[in-house]
């Protein structure tokens, strides 16, 4: 793994993040050198921009793909939650059926008898 | 041959109830090897670690075309530009910042979803439906003793049913529920760990442009106070004073959180999860991963307090 120092980009950032607090230092005189040292700094913060546009386009088919994959399993978890709720209702059922079949033997023994 | 009319024995009796057990210490066997409870407190923990890091991690995508465009108008009196339509326009492209926010809320959801199977259990519900079924199956056995003449009182089979038809209602749910959490977690170990990357490096990115973005902001904002300064009244000095140090301590805060860091955790709890789920769970595997998701849970916690103390600044 890049660590900071490594990654051109980090460095690119932390080079743009000096210059901007160099073109604040006021014992850096005269002040135009300031300004100068400020338009550089906006410039490559420009570049990192740029970069980081190209790098979110790069990546965003390989988003769309895991993204997809992911949206399935969490549907699997959302459809295995209301299976889990199912048994409760299959007993719940059974409870009714038991208790249908009491009266329906009540009915047809009083009709016998 | 049995004639009619004859005695049922006591043997024939227990050996029909034992052929009644039989199938259902199988059926308990083949699901009481579940463990959800081990999967409890973890992923519960986990799912609450994951929803703080999404919900500080979030701004840092939406906001960043606020904080670029905070950048381009301050950096335009700089360099004695008129404020237009392009500052506005800085940043990245919406759509792009919109799919790693629409990533970020996928994860989140995933962890709830998983916390949702283990943490609402139903056993209570099961429980209650099998004891209504019990009462109504030895109601039903009374009757049909009484239609038959034969006694009036039958045994209490009904709380034995309840009990074997809640065990095994139990015992199936923490089955379903281990089989779910499992086949979730084993099958997103490779598109979650890909988005998990992606969002890691982009991140960085992120908080990169966002720093820059706040540097320039901070010499623009200096330059404009040494103007204010020469107009300030000496009675109003302090008050610009703290204004100017305030720029400092929110630069320091921001400087101490370490968003990224807190994504890499993340990466290792996920990676701690998927780890569990492939173990034998032995107590090792679990104070394992347990370990893991309490530094994740931990720094997401002591992360969120820095970010809010932020907002309050």
Redesign the interface.
């Known amino acids: 793994m890049k660590t900071l120092h490594e990654?051109p980009?980090?460095q690119l950032?932390t080079i743009?993040?000096r210059l901007?607090?160099l073109?604040?230092d006021t014992r850096i005189t005269p002040k135009s050198k300031r300004?100068r040292i400020?338009?550089s700094?906006?410039k490559l913060?420009g570049y990192?921009?740029v970069?980081?546009?190209k790098?979110?386009?790069e990546?965003?088919k390989?988003?769309?793909?895991?993204?997809d994959?992911?949206?399935k399993?969490?549907g699997?978890?959302?459809k295995?939650?209301a299976?889990?709720?199912k048994?409760?209702k299959t007993?719940?059922n059974?409870?009714?059926l038991?208790?249908a079949?009491?009266k329906l033997?009540?009915a047809v023994?009083g009709a016998i008898a | 041959m049995k004639k009619q009319g004859q005695v049922i024995s006591k043997r024939q009796v227990v050996r029909g109830v034992l052929w009644v057990l039989l199938p259902i210490v199988w059926l308990s066997l083949i699901v009481g090897c579940s463990t959800p409870a081990a999967y409890r407190v973890p992923i519960s923990r986990f799912n609450s670690a994951v929803n703080e890091t999404i919900a500080t991690v979030q701004p840092y995508f939406l906001e960043l075309n606020k904080v670029?465009t905070e950048?381009q108008l301050y950096?335009a009196i700089?360099?004695n530009e008129d404020w237009g339509t392009q500052h506005l326009q800085?940043?990245?492209?919406p759509q792009?910042?919109a799919?790693?926010v629409?990533?970020l809320q996928?994860?989140a959801?995933?962890a709830r979803?998983?916390a949702?199977?283990v943490d609402?259990?139903?056993i209570e519900?099961?429980k209650k439906?099998?004891e209504?079924?019990g009462?109504?199956?030895h109601?039903?056995a009374t009757?049909?003793a009484k239609?038959d003449n034969a006694a009036t009182t039958v045994p209490d089979f009904g709380t034995p049913l309840a009990q074997i038809?809640a065990l095994l209602?139990k015992q199936?749910?923490e089955h379903?529920?281990t089989?779910?959490i499992e086949?979730?977690v084993l099958?997103?170990e490779?598109?979650?760990s890909?988005?998990i990357d992606?969002l890691e490096?982009?991140l960085?990115?992120?908080v990169?442009?966002r720093?820059?973005?706040i540097?320039?902001i901070?010499?623009v904002r200096?330059?404009i106070f040494n103007e204010i300064q020469k107009n300030t009244k000496p009675e109003k000095i302090d008050e610009l004073v703290q204004e100017v140090v305030g720029l400092r301590t929110r630069a320091e805060k921001i400087a101490s959180v370490n968003v990224v860091a807190l994504f890499r955790d993340l990466k290792a709890s996920h990676k701690a999860l998927v780890r569990f789920v492939k173990s034998d769970k032995k107590p090792t595997d679990l104070s394992s991963f347990v370990a893991t998701v309490s530094v994740f849970a931990d720094n997401a916690a002591a992360v969120s307090t820095i970010i809010q103390s932020l907002q309050k600044l």
């Open positions: 990654n980009a980090d950032s743009v993040i901007f607090q073109a604040g300004d400020f338009i700094a906006h913060h990192s921009m970069l980081a546009q790098q979110f386009t990546n965003s390989a988003y769309k793909e895991a993204m994959n992911i949206k399993i969490n699997g978890l959302k295995a939650k299976d889990i709720q048994i409760v007993i719940e059974l409870g009714t038991v208790s079949v009491e033997v009540i023994g | 670029e950048y950096s700089k360099l800085a940043g990245l492209d792009q910042i799919l790693r629409a990533a996928l994860i959801d995933h979803l998983l949702d199977i609402s259990s139903p519900d099961v439906a099998a209504a079924l009462a109504n199956a109601s039903l009757t049909i239609l038809t209602g199936y749910i379903m529920q089989k779910a086949t979730a099958n997103a490779e598109p979650l890909s988005l992606m490096q982009e960085q990115t992120v990169n442009l720093k820059e973005a540097a320039g901070a010499t200096l330059d």
